[in-house]
């Protein structure tokens, strides 16, 4: 994330212009580089001077731009596994640039989804434990083993895309079709990828493979489409990006009117231009689909703001204010439907 003076913390309660988060990161594993270089790229020919057609590099992104109008405007990459000097010559000449080290590195680089390349199973688990620990943003993984899908189950922040086929990049192409829409406007079920060939699973291996965490790519009435749109905890990917969203959106906007400001000043009025700024973004996360309407088609939320008699004396001698808080109910998705129905003789 950008260097920020707001920080804004989370929970998901149950049974209780703006940033957009669709531009991914591919990491590749080059063993052969001599450095890590971060590059964004707005079409596959400029990709093509550095990553030819040949390389999972290129091929990741060729899957990202095939899904036409959805696709984002733009992909970074980045790469690991190089060797690099760690400057003790005599005891620890040399080191590997993990996959952990680039993700520390670029971690606050404008992308949300981060895709692999050229790596391997330790690579991959090693990213989803990166992000894990974050609680924020997202690694998107092709596996293909029944047996490695274990190992994601109960982690937030990966996406596990089963799919046997090795020439074909099916977590590439979910995120270029899905990502770069509007947070909350979208759920990630159902979704037609280009390029991808749907799998004849029996229900039971399917539902194994939801129940690992995982979502496939599969035919449904004569439908090609993404079988669950979950995280590896069984969590929708849809709540946890608008989570994102709005966590992101909110420090976006108060950092904006600390810094375009003359002076907020520490009183009630002050406070209520901050809490202006949160009730803006969450009718936008409303008009987005993030947030759901009353009976009356009214959004669901609730932003609470203590005044300046509530601050401590070392809150108002440091200048911090902590008295705003918020809550909103999810919109949420229809995944299925039961429907019960009579026969009249």
């Known amino acids: 994330m950008p260097l920020s003076d707001v920080k804004v913390k989370i929970d998901i309660l149950k049974p209780t212009t703006l940033v957009g988060l669709g531009i991914p990161l591919i990491l590749v594993k080059n063993t052969s580089a001599t450095e890590s270089v971060y590059r964004e790229y707005g079409s596959l ?151 991808v060939t749907p799998q004849d699973y029996k229900v039971d291996t399917l539902e194994n493979i939801h129940k690992a965490g995982a979502i496939a790519f599969v035919t449904k009435a004569g439908r090609n489409q993404t079988s669950e749109g979950i995280t590896a905890s069984g969590e929708f990917i849809d709540v946890l990006h608008g989570k994102d969203w709005v966590k992101l959106n909110i420090e976006t906007s108060i950092q904006t009117a600390l810094s375009t400001t003359d002076k907020i000043p520490y009183t009630n009025e002050g406070f209520a231009l901050l809490e202006s700024q949160i009730i803006n973004v969450l009718e936008t996360a409303f008009t987005n689909g993030i947030i759901a309407p009353d009976e009356d088609g009214q959004p669901v939320y609730s932003v609470q703001s203590k005044g300046r008699s509530e601050m401590t004396d070392e809150n108002r001698k440091n200048r911090v204010y902590d008295g705003l808080s918020f809550r909103f109910e999810l919109a949420g998705a229809v995944h299925t439907a039961e429907i019960t129905g009579e026969i009249i003789i």
């Not at 060729?62 to 005891?91: L, M, R, W, Y």
């Not at 993700?103 to 990213?127: G, I, P, Q, S, W």
């Not at 937030?156 to 995120?175: K, M, Q």
Request: glycine content about 6%; charged content about 30%.
């Open 45 to 195: 020919e400029s990709l093509k001077q550095n990553y030819g057609e040949s390389t999972a590099t290129y091929k990741k992104a060729a899957a990202i731009f095939a899904q036409g109008d959805n696709a984002p405007n733009k992909v970074a990459v980045a790469s690991f596994g190089h060797e690099f000097e760690t400057g003790d010559t005599e005891e620890n000449p040399k080191q590997v640039f993990s996959v952990r080290n680039a993700l520390e590195e670029y971690f606050d680089k404008d992308f949300h989804f981060v895709l692999l390349a050229a790596v391997n199973a330790e690579d991959r688990l090693e990213a989803s434990k990166f992000f894990e620990e974050k609680s924020y943003k997202f690694v998107v993984l092709k596996v293909a083993s029944y047996e490695e899908l274990e190992q994601y189950t109960g982690k937030d922040r990966t996406i596990v895309f089963h799919h046997p086929l090795v020439d074909e990049e099916p977590d590439a192409a979910l995120i270029g079709a899905i990502a770069n829409k509007p947070v909350g406007s979208v759920t990630w079920k159902f979704k037609s990828l280009i390029g």
